[in-house]
């Protein structure tokens, strides 16, 4: 079946612009995670969807970044005022409720010029 | 200091070779222990999956935790140049608001030469 999905794959914007990224999880899996895996940073948590319940925003570095998900389902990740330090890699993760396993999209490569 | 901490390495190793990869933490509320497996330009995909302390096998593949040291590890026998990728250690602790969160290390790149 098909996996988690990204779009774009990579993207480069300039300096001060806003970019989307987007997330399409597994059909059923109620459970959306979005991370950042920066070079000597390994993955950071950024923000987590369950359901209709208020996501849990506590890894966002900045108010500069928000995410919303619509219908339970597609995920965007917007970036507001791009930096150079915010180029990096954003991974989409998907799971059933209670389930341990999270299935990683291929991630959308983000540089800052 | 990080949470977990793990030595990036890299890691090269002929084939054939028994790899020993490893991770601690300081957070003692981490209950389940992960290992994904990472390749080049793609997204982490899990390999191995403990709850408690102890050792886990999966073919060449064997899990260890031990939580009194907050130290866990990954074995990997027989190493072939198909493991060349990089191993992130991932912990969690699964509440009602955070969900499975995971806090990874930093990845060890692996090369596995033929």
């Known amino acids: 079946g098909a996996g988690v999905s990204q779009s774009p794959s990579n993207k480069v914007t300039e300096k001060g612009k806003d970019v989307e990224l987007r997330c399409d999880p597994i059909?059923?899996?109620?459970?959306l995670y979005w991370y950042r895996q920066s070079l000597g940073q390994g993955l950071e948590f950024l923000i987590y969807?369950?359901?209709?319940?208020?996501?849990?925003k506590s890894g966002l570095p900045s108010d500069r970044f928000s995410a919303e998900r619509t219908g339970g389902s597609v995920s965007t990740l917007t970036i507001q005022r791009t930096q150079q330090e915010d180029s990096a890699v954003y991974l989409c993760a998907s799971s059933l409720v209670g389930y341990y396993e999270q299935y990683f999209g291929p991630g959308t490569r983000l540089t800052v010029t | 200091q990080k949470e977990v901490e793990q030595d990036p390495g890299p890691l090269s190793v002929p084939e054939g070779a028994i790899v020993s990869l490893n991770c601690t933490y300081s957070n003692s509320a981490f209950q389940y222990f992960m290992w994904y497996r990472q390749y080049s330009r793609k997204g982490p995909e899990l390999l191995m999956y403990t709850y408690s302390s102890g050792n886990k096998e999966d073919g060449r593949f064997t899990a260890q935790v031990d939580k009194s040291s907050k130290y866990i590890s990954l074995f990997i026998r027989d190493s072939q140049p198909s493991d060349s990728a990089t191993y992130l250690c991932?912990?969690?602790?699964?509440?009602?608001?955070?969900?499975?969160?995971?806090?990874f290390g930093e990845g060890t790149q692996l090369t596995v030469n033929p």
């Open positions: 059909s059923g899996h109620t459970a």
């Open positions: 969807f369950q359901g209709n319940s208020a996501p849990d």
């Open positions: 991932a912990m969690s602790v699964t509440g009602e608001t955070s969900g499975s969160r995971l806090t």
